[in-house]
């Protein structure tokens, strides 16, 4: 039966169906998602959280697979759904944000923003600074600066570990 999830026609068939599989009822859930994980088969990501229940690898395929476009958004979604995958989850979504190449409005958007994990988006604020040269930790509040400003250092000295296709460093940093 919970191979069989992914054939199941409505939400209301995993809530009477997978309780039948006993322990193996996260499965069954994270199944049938997966099997209706596309947007055009209708279903909000909120609608598949609800479906996962308490499976935290359900919920966080789903955020992993089905991110928000708003960052932030998708930190808070980790935050409240990943469970002991809060930590991917944020780490995702903020490597997915990186890659997008952000301009100096959007790292100031997100640098002004105290979240839980704050430390990891640091982090990936120090990348897009020390790897494409955008931003500059000085910018960045509370405790996240202290993260940005340690990647920064670390990057600068090792310029070669701009490696999660980032960009190549650019000049000295804090520059565009």
């Given at each position: 039966?919970?191979?069989?999830?992914?054939?199941?026609?409505?939400?209301?068939?995993?809530?009477?169906?997978?309780?039948?599989?006993?322990?193996?009822?996260?499965?069954?859930?994270?199944?049938?998602m997966?099997?209706h994980?596309?947007?055009?088969?209708?279903?909000?990501?909120?609608?598949?959280?609800?479906?996962?229940?308490?499976?935290?690898?359900?919920?966080?395929?789903?955020?992993?697979?089905?991110?928000?476009?708003?960052?932030?958004?998708?930190?808070?979604?980790?935050?409240?759904?990943?469970?002991?995958?809060?930590?991917?989850?944020?780490?995702?979504?903020?490597?997915?944000?990186?890659?997008?190449?952000?301009?100096?409005?959007?790292?100031?958007?997100?640098?002004?923003?105290?979240?839980?994990?704050?430390?990891?988006?640091?982090?990936?604020?120090?990348?897009?600074?020390?790897?494409?040269?955008?931003?500059?930790?000085?910018?960045?509040?509370?405790?996240?600066?202290?993260?940005?400003?340690?990647?920064?250092?670390?990057l600068?000295?090792?310029?070669?570990?701009?490696?999660?296709?980032?960009?190549?460093?650019?000049?000295?940093?804090?520059?565009?």
């Amino acid at each position: 039966m919970v191979k069989q999830a992914r054939d199941f026609r409505k939400p209301a068939d995993v809530e009477r169906l997978c309780p039948l599989t006993g322990d193996r009822e996260p499965l069954c859930r994270q199944n049938w998602m997966i099997g209706h994980l596309a947007p055009h088969l209708g279903f909000s990501t909120q609608e598949l959280l609800g479906i996962c229940g308490d499976a935290q690898d359900c919920k966080f395929e789903l955020l992993d697979q089905r991110p928000s476009d708003r960052v932030l958004e998708q930190v808070d979604l980790c935050v409240d759904h990943a469970g002991r995958h809060t930590k991917d989850c944020v780490g995702h979504a903020m490597e997915r944000w990186a890659r997008t190449r952000p301009d100096v409005d959007e790292f100031l958007r997100i640098g002004a923003q105290e979240r839980p994990y704050a430390p990891l988006v640091g982090s990936f604020l120090g990348e897009v600074v020390a790897c494409q040269g955008v931003g500059a930790c000085d910018v960045v509040h509370g405790s996240m600066k202290e993260r940005c400003d340690r990647r920064l250092r670390e990057l600068t000295a090792s310029p070669e570990r701009c490696d999660r296709g980032l960009g190549a460093p650019h000049g000295p940093p804090g520059g565009r």
